[in-house]
């Protein structure tokens, strides 16, 4: 996941204090130093590193704990409370207005991830059922309109680029008639080397004739905690209402540019994990931090599997997940709709728990083939097979692979695959992240 290192670094710490004899002051004050050395590894501002650490020492010696809550407990829901608090504490949605079109405007330097955030967002959105259109306005860099058609094309959206015209309020004129027809238009503009004054005109001239409903910064997460100075300056010169993370993938020290980006002012709304149009998550300061500590996330899994899976199905799946009910169509409609979302492992991470369990590596990994001799063994089950898989024994097994033609051993397989996602599923029952919190304990092995 992004931000490994300081994920293990912090769960590590949490660790000790799980496993510790007593909650002293001593613990406490090991805890605050371990923690404080894994921020500052994160590239975290020291001055906002030890205001995070002795507002820890201070909470854990003035507040009590509710009457059952262990002291370990308690402990840990400040550092996850105060974690939270640092990197901007609340999720801040972007709302879509009833109107044609919603503007949203992308500004930010060079080389930030402007354009593939772009096709990014017309993605995310379009898998929310929004007609989206994009728009280039980057005059600067010659290949920029091309890049964008190509992303556009991509995900299947329209995309409005001149790449004669070498006026930006010319090109977004000479389309306005259009833009109605659409709910969103995301707009692309040229970057430059630093903020200068060229830049901020371009972007106030570009504010007065388009007006967009969302003017968003775009900060790559390299920029560590100068974001700060940049976020502020931008909302300063160009009145930002948001801002978005680039490039967490690319940087253990992503942790400073998301709290420095947290304490400017202005909310981060997305973070960009990778190059594809695919790696694109809502920032959630407490789900991100459920995920930092091993807690995953299950509302972000709910999430893409909602992208995958029609709206209807889905709910009908997650309905069935927290009840614990599963069954083999659940599972296998399940693992088509993960390897279409792509690497299984990288979703597990999401997952409570998961990310802490070994699976064997062959589990992770759920090819096409394998989905296909699935397909045919299902095929040759009874109804009541698939539902109640419990079932299925040896003389089954036989018959199914008799009459479906794939090996027994991998309707073994199957089967499986079915127990243990369904073990999993009904451990994940409840997502209330206080819940997940207290059962965080025994979720963790060795904890
Ligand atoms: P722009 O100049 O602001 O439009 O930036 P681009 O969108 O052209 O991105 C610059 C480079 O960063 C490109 O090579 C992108 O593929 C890459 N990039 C953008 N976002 C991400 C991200 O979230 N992760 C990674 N690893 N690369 C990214
Ligand atoms: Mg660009």
Not at 47 to 55: D, E, G, P, R
Not at 118 to 147: E, M, S
Not at 352 to 364: D, H, R
Not at 377 to 403: H, Y
């Amino acid at each position: 996941m992004v931000l490994d290192s300081l994920s293990t670094s912090l769960k590590n710490s949490l660790k000790k204090i799980t496993s510790a004899l007593f909650i002293d002051e001593k613990t406490v004050n090991e805890l605050v130093q371990n923690i404080q050395r894994a921020l500052l590894a994160a590239d975290v501002n020291v001055q906002l590193v030890f205001n995070l650490t002795n507002k820890i020492k201070e909470r854990f010696r003035d507040e009590k704990p509710t009457k059952d809550q262990p002291k370990r407990e308690f402990l840990i829901h400040i550092v996850y409370d105060e974690l939270t608090n640092l990197l901007g504490k609340e999720k801040e949605e972007i709302k879509i207005l009833q109107k044609k079109p919603f503007k949203i405007m992308l500004v930010g330097l060079f080389g930030s991830g402007k354009t593939s955030l772009a096709g990014k967002l017309a993605n995310y959105y379009k898998k929310r059922n929004y007609k989206v259109a994009t728009i280039g306005l980057d005059v600067h860099r010659p290949a920029a309109p091309l890049q964008l058609k190509i992303l556009s094309d991509q995900v299947g959206v329209h995309c409005f680029i001149d790449e004669k015209e070498k006026d930006p309020i010319k090109i977004y004129k000479r389309f306005e008639q259009q833009y109605k027809n659409y709910d969103i238009l995301i707009i692309d503009t040229a970057g430059r080397d630093a903020l200068l004054h060229e830049l901020i005109d371009e972007i106030e001239s570009l504010n007065k004739i388009i007006r967009p409903d969302e003017r968003l910064l775009v900060i790559p997460a390299e920029l560590g905690q100068t974001a700060q100075r940049q976020a502020e300056q931008f909302h300063k010169s160009c009145s930002i209402t948001g801002l978005i993370v680039t490039k967490m993938d690319g940087t253990a020290k992503a942790g400073g540019a998301l709290s420095a980006a947290a304490v400017s002012g202005a909310k981060i709304k997305f973070i960009g994990v990778g190059e594809r149009p695919n790696d694109l998550e809502t920032f959630n300061p407490p789900n991100f931090v459920s995920r930092l500590l091993g807690m995953g996330d299950l509302e972000t899994l709910l999430e893409k599997a909602r992208e995958a899976i029609s709206e209807e199905k889905s709910k009908d799946i997650e309905k069935r997940l927290l009840k614990g009910e599963f069954n083999l169509v659940d599972l296998y409609e399940q693992m088509q709709a993960m390897s279409k979302m792509g690497s299984l492992s990288k979703l597990m991470e999401l997952v409570p728990g998961m990310s802490q369990l070994k699976l064997p590596k062959e589990v992770l990994d759920v090819q096409e083939g394998k989905l296909k001799h699935w397909r045919y063994s299902m095929n040759s089950m009874t109804r009541k097979e698939l539902e109640m898989p419990e079932l299925i024994d040896g003389s089954r097994i036989r018959r199914i692979s008799s009459g479906s033609g794939v090996p027994a051993s991998e309707v073994r397989d199957l089967l499986k695959q079915y127990r243990m996602a369904k073990k999993m599923m009904s451990s994940i029952k409840g997502k209330d992240p206080e819940k997940l919190m207290r059962k965080f304990k025994g979720r963790i092995p060795g904890m």
